[in-house]
């Protein structure tokens, strides 16, 4: 079983910064994929960012440039710095952990990860 909590969201104004940390409960952690998502009031959750163990990342065409995703194995935590924000940005941002562990076949794909957390809210004002 593995638990996630986030934190780090809040309210920013466009072109500003924030980092949201995800804190993960479990010994499998180092061995998951890890990834953000997130929904925009009267949309469907999208795919964000995902960091594989071995640190490969694949990032949403929307956030490529902006946003970095990191992961600490030591601390159990991955982390999304994002900059550059802007009002399109404003969503509920969730982490989840991936099913396999050194396995996953579609990183984007919500049915990869087994472990959401309860999802932090972002606020980009214009």
């Known amino acids: 079983q593995v638990q996630l909590v986030e934190s780090g969201g809040g309210l920013v104004q466009a072109g500003g910064s924030l980092r949201l940390s995800c804190v993960a409960s479990g010994r499998t952690f180092s061995g998951r994929a890890m990834g953000w998502f997130r929904q925009a009031p009267g949309k469907e959750r999208e795919f964000v960012v995902c960091i594989r163990w071995n640190g490969d990342t694949y990032y949403a065409d929307s956030v490529k440039g902006r946003f970095t995703i990191s992961r600490d194995n030591a601390k159990n935590t991955v982390y999304l710095q994002m900059n550059s924000l802007q009002p399109e940005d404003t969503a509920v941002y969730y982490c989840?952990?991936?099913?396999?562990?050194?396995?996953?076949?579609?990183?984007?794909?919500?049915?990869?990860?087994?472990?959401w957390g309860q999802g932090t809210q972002v606020t980009v004002s214009s």
């Open positions: 989840a952990a991936g099913r396999g562990i050194y396995y996953i076949s579609d990183d984007s794909r919500e049915d990869e990860y087994e472990y």
